[in-house]
Every structure is written in structure tokens, then in C-alpha cells.
T-cell receptor, first 112, second 117 residues
């Protein structure tokens, strides 16, 4: 499984756009990039998944350059409730038979 | 979307006793479920992979006789921490994937906070 590197922590203020970048230099051809969000004392929650270019849903956008060696999770206009740990994972899209491998994640702190 | 129900959400037990944690997929069948452990301020670490109708696969360093996993049906997996000790105190999380609604990624339970006193 491709290893990922992301910042340990980030700080932001309410209403700002937050971009969290993840490096995955040895991503494989069949690998997808998936981001999860985890609040304290809760299980992680799926945010977004992509393979290339840009993916957008009601929560976030995911930007993936052509070489796919990195990706950026973009959270528009964050609020206090977006304070959480964000994990970037790289692997197959998921048949459900192989576990996810979590890196250290990025701890996002949103200030008022 | 897919829902995984995990119980209990927290438990306090005495050292030497056993604790069972249940994980149910409510609206899909989960042939495979995963059990993770998370210590404070750390990331999730995979403990074992639970397969319906067969023996679980444990990660290196995880004692299979201490962490008993049973996956008797397509919607239920249980993790029993036997002879618990204070060092087993942690946050335990299960996960599974709905093979039909693939776009939703893996679904996680809400976690179980185990405190051994």
C-alpha cells in the first residue's frame, strides 16, 4: 500500500477555506485516494474519494494533479464543527476484503 | 448510506475480566469486518480482519487468544477482550464495506471506549 505524508496539524478560522495536502509518491496505477474525517471518540467518516483531476461533493473537493503523487482536500468555509483529524489514504477502491491503513492524519483546529 | 452499529459505546471493567464488543452492519451484508484499536492522540491500528464463517486473521503482535473474534453471520462480528488488563484500555473501532454502494467507502462503527481498572 502506498505510504502517505500529510501535515501533523493545521489551524484555521471560521469561514476560511482550508486545503490539506497529502503526498503519496509511490501511488500505484490502480490506487484511489480517499479522505476520512474523525471526531474525538468517534469512528472515522468517509469524506471523498477520487482517482484523478477533481472530485466535488456537498462536503469537500479533492484535487489530484496529473502525476497523482499528491492530492489536496479542500474544505470551503470551515466552521468550528470541522475541527477534527483528517486522514488521507491510498489504495484500491475497496472490495471490502482489505483493511484500510491509516497514517498519522492532520489535526485541523478551527478557531472562532 | 451504509450503517455499522457498534455497542457498547463505552465500558469500564475490572482487571482480569472479559468484555465483548459487538459490531453490526444494519443495512448491508459484510462478509469481512475489520477491527482497529486507537490509543489517545494516535492513529487507528488494524488489529484483525474478521471473515464470516472462518477464522479471523490477526496482525503481527496482536494476541489471538486475548482478542477473540467471532463473525458468525453476515451482519455481526464480535470482539471479546479476555482477561483484560489496564494496558488494554483503548478505543476499539470496527469497520466494514457495503459492496453494493461502493462510492461510500468503508463505514466505521462509532467506537467503544474500554477502560480497565
Amino acid at each position: 500500500l502506498a505510504k502517505t505524508t500529510q501535515p501533523i496539524s493545521m489551524d484555521s478560522y471560521e469561514g476560511q477555506e482550508v486545503n490539506i495536502t497529502c503526498s503519496h509518491n509511490n501511488i500505484a496505477t490502480n490506487d484511489y485516494i480517499t479522505w476520512y474525517q474523525q471526531f474525538p471518540s468517534q469512528g472515522p467518516r468517509f469524506i471523498i474519494q477520487g482517482y484523478k483531476t477533481k472530485v466535488t461533493n456537498e462536503v469537500a473537493s479533492l484535487f489530484i494533479p496529473a502525476d497523482r503523487k499528491s492530492s489536496t482536500l479542500s474544505l470551503p468555509r470551515v466552521s468550528l464543527s470541522d475541527t477534527a483529524v483528517y486522514y488521507c489514504l491510498v489504495g484500491d477502491r475497496g472490495t471490502g476484503r482489505r483493511a484500510l491503513t491509516f497514517g498519522s492524519g492532520t489535526r485541523l483546529q478551527v478557531q472562532p | 448510506g451504509a450503517v455499522v452499529s457498534q455497542h457498547p459505546s463505552w465500558v469500564i471493567c475490572k482487571s482480569g475480566t472479559s468484555v465483548k464488543i459487538e459490531c453490526r452492519s444494519l443495512d448491508f451484508q459484510a462478509t469481512t469486518m475489520f477491527w482497529y484499536r486507537q490509543f489517545p492522540k494516535q492513529s487507528l491500528m488494524l488489529m484483525a480482519t474478521s471473515n464470516e464463517g472462518s477464522k479471523a486473521t490477526y496482525e503481527q503482535g496482536v494476541e489471538k487468544d486475548k482478542f477473540l473474534i467471532n463473525h458468525a453471520s453476515l451482519t455481526l462480528s464480535t470482539l471479546t477482550v479476555t482477561s483484560a488488563h489496564p494496558e488494554d484500555s483503548s478505543f476499539y473501532i470496527c469497520s466494514a464495506r457495503d459492496g453494493v454502494r461502493q462510492g461510500d467507502g468503508y463505514t466505521f462503527g462509532s467506537g467503544t471506549r474500554l477502560t480497565v481498572v
